[in-house]
């Protein structure tokens, strides 16, 4: 498959997902995999928007000039790195941010993610801190975290490796695979499931509306009857 192929794919599956929410997909994986894939208690400043793409990673560590030297450990060089080696385009890719255990640690903020705009990036999601709200929602990229962070981070982590599996909320993320964020939460979707698990959503999407027609249709007993 040649990358129009491939990004005209990644488009089709952008299109399919934004008819759909987090629960769905998340329903719609656990008919395949037993595996926990969803994430909670994330927050944004546009949280009307929804992120969905091909995933690349950053994780942090933490900060010891002594060992990791901040000339070469840098928020732009991992940025790029990991970016660079998206499986999609920048539009259909989706940066995600490891804190490893320091998520009331700012990430990142306003300046430092105006690279994702630059590039095109589809957003960004990290159980870290985020910086600059309001920078961020001028931004036309979805910004997904666990709060907003005032300080500085970076006398507590250092950005670290780039395209390494990495660890959200007790969900195991793995360069390639798909995230779908949304208010509710996000889901973490392996990359050889993700025609199958949008198919099986739309379905239980359809399935639920269908139930809750027969709802509305119930009389005191529980029995549904026709209109």
């Known amino acids: 498959m040649n990358n ?4 005209a794919g990644e488009r089709r599956r952008a299109a399919s997902a934004a008819g759909l ?3 769905d997909l998340t329903d719609a994986l656990g008919r395949k995999h037993r ?3 969803h994430i909670t208690g994330l927050v944004s400043p546009t949280p009307e928007r929804i992120l969905f793409g091909r995933v690349v990673t950053i994780s942090f560590f933490p900060t010891c000039h002594a060992v990791l030297d901040p000339e070469q450990y840098t928020f732009g060089r991992l940025f790029h790195q990991a970016v660079d080696a998206s499986p999609a385009d920048p539009g259909n890719t989706v940066l995600v941010m ?3 255990g320091h998520n009331s640690t700012s990430l990142a903020g306003g300046t430092k993610l105006s690279r994702a705009t630059n590039v095109g990036l589809a957003g ?5 801190h985020l910086r ?3 920078e961020l929602a ?3 990229f979805a910004a997904w975290c666990s709060g907003e962070a005032v300080a500085w981070g970076g006398a507590v982590v250092t950005p670290f490796q780039a395209n390494i599996p990495v660890v959200i909320d007790g969900v195991g993320i ?6 779908f964020c949304d208010s509710s939460g996000a889901v973490v979707i392996p990359d050889n499931d993700i025609d199958d698990v949008l198919e099986t959503a739309h379905r239980v999407r359809a399935d639920d509306a269908a139930s809750r027609d027969l709802i509305a249709r119930e009389d005191r007993s529980g029995l549904a009857h026709e209109r």
Do not use: M
């Open 4 to 7: 129009d192929e491939e990004n």
């Open 174 to 179: 793995y360069p390639g695979q798909y995230i």
């Open 138 to 140: 001028e931004e036309p």
């Open 35 to 37: 595996h926990r894939a």
């Open 98 to 100: 490891a804190s490893n």
């Open 124 to 128: 960004v999601l990290t159980d870290g």
């Open 21 to 23: 929410t987090c629960a």
């Open 132 to 134: 600059d709200f309001d």
